[in-house]
C-alpha cells in the first residue's frame, strides 16, 4: 500500500464547475499537507500549504485536512480552462526541510 | 537566475551508459531536494541536501545512483549502467531558510529516456 493514494483520473468538468479533489494517507505522523499544481512539461508548484486539520481559503480554492479519517481534499470554485493540469496532494513530517510525499496526481480538464 | 535550471532538458541514452544530470538551484537557496517521476506516477523523494552535505538519502534506489553538491550551489546526479527502468523525469527543488512548509521551488525536470 502507498502512503498516499490519489485517484489519477482524468477529471473533466465544464468551465464554471465546482472541482472536489482529494487523498487519503496512511502514515498518521504527517503534520503538513500541500497541494501542488503541475502543468505539462513543467515542475510542479506549491498551491497550499495545510497545517494538521481544519480549512484554508485562498481565493477560488480552499484546502481541507481530517487528520482523523486520514484524508485531504482541494476544491476549486468557479473553475477555469486555465486550471487544466495534473493537482499533486504532498505530505512532510516536519516543518519546512522536510522532503515531501507525493501523490500519484490527479489530471484535471476543465473545458470552456 | 529567477528559477530552478535544469539540464540537460532531455536525455536519451543507451542501456548501460552513465548520465550525469545537474541542477542549478535559486541563488541563496539552502537545501536542495532530487526527485524522481515515472510516467503516470508521483514524484518519488531521492536525496536531500543541506549545504553541500546529504543528510537523507534514503530514496536512492540503488547504488548505481549518487549525488553531489558544491556548497549551496549546483548539484549533479549520476546515475551509472542506465537500466530501462532509471527513464523517467528527474525533478530537481530547493528551498530558502524561511520557506513556508513544503514551499519547494521545482525545476522544469530532465526528461531521462534509456533504450
Same mark, same amino acid.
Given at each position: ?35 501542488? #499544481?503541475?502543468?505539462? #512539461? ?17 481565493? #477560488? ?45 490527479? #489530471? ?5 | 537566475?529567477?528559477?530552478?535550471? @535544469?539540464? =540537460? ?15 542549478? =538551484?535559486?541563488?541563496?537557496?539552502? &537545501?536542495?531536494?532530487?526527485?524522481? @517521476?515515472?510516467?503516470? @506516477? ?11 552535505? &546529504? =543528510?537523507?538519502? $534514503?530514496?536512492? %534506489? ?10 549551496? $550551489?549546483?548539484?549533479?546526479? *549520476?546515475?551509472?549502467? *542506465? ?10 527543488? $530547493?528551498?530558502?531558510?524561511? $520557506?513556508? %512548509?513544503?514551499? @519547494?521551488?521545482?525545476? =522544469?525536470? *530532465?526528461?531521462? *529516456?534509456?533504450?
Amino acid at each position: 500500500q502507498k502512503e498516499v493514494e490519489q485517484d489519477p483520473g482524468p477529471l473533466s468538468v465544464p468551465e464554471g464547475a465546482i472541482v472536489s479533489l482529494n487523498c487519503t494517507y496512511s502514515n498518521s505522523a504527517f503534520q503538513y499537507f500541500m497541494w501542488y #499544481r503541475q502543468y505539462s #512539461r513543467k515542475g510542479p508548484e506549491l498551491l497550499m500549504y495545510t497545517y494538521s486539520s481544519g480549512n484554508k481559503e485562498d481565493g #477560488r480554492f480552499t484546502a481541507q485536512v481530517d487528520k482523523s479519517s486520514k484524508y485531504i481534499s482541494l476544491f476549486i470554485r468557479d473553475s477555469q480552462p486555465s486550471d487544466s493540469a495534473t493537482y499533486l496532494c504532498a505530505m512532510s513530517l516536519l516543518y519546512n526541510t522536510d522532503k515531501l510525499i507525493f501523490g500519484t496526481g490527479t #489530471r484535471l480538464q476543465v473545458f470552456p | 537566475g529567477a528559477g530552478v535550471s @535544469q539540464s =540537460p532538458s532531455n536525455k536519451v541514452t543507451e542501456k548501460g551508459k552513465d548520465v550525469e544530470l545537474r541542477c542549478d =538551484p535559486i541563488s541563496g537557496h539552502t &537545501a536542495l531536494y532530487w526527485y524522481r @517521476q515515472r510516467l503516470g @506516477q508521483g514524484l518519488e523523494f531521492l536525496i536531500y541536501f543541506q549545504g553541500n552535505s &546529504a =543528510p537523507d538519502k $534514503s530514496g536512492l %534506489p540503488s547504488d548505481r545512483f549518487s549525488a553531489e553538491r558544491t556548497g549551496e $550551489s549546483v548539484s549533479t546526479l *549520476t546515475i551509472q549502467r *542506465t537500466q530501462q527502468e532509471d527513464s523517467a523525469v528527474y525533478l530537481c527543488a $530547493s528551498i530558502r531558510g524561511t $520557506s513556508a %512548509p513544503g514551499e @519547494q521551488f521545482f525545476g =522544469p525536470g *530532465t526528461r531521462l *529516456t534509456v533504450l
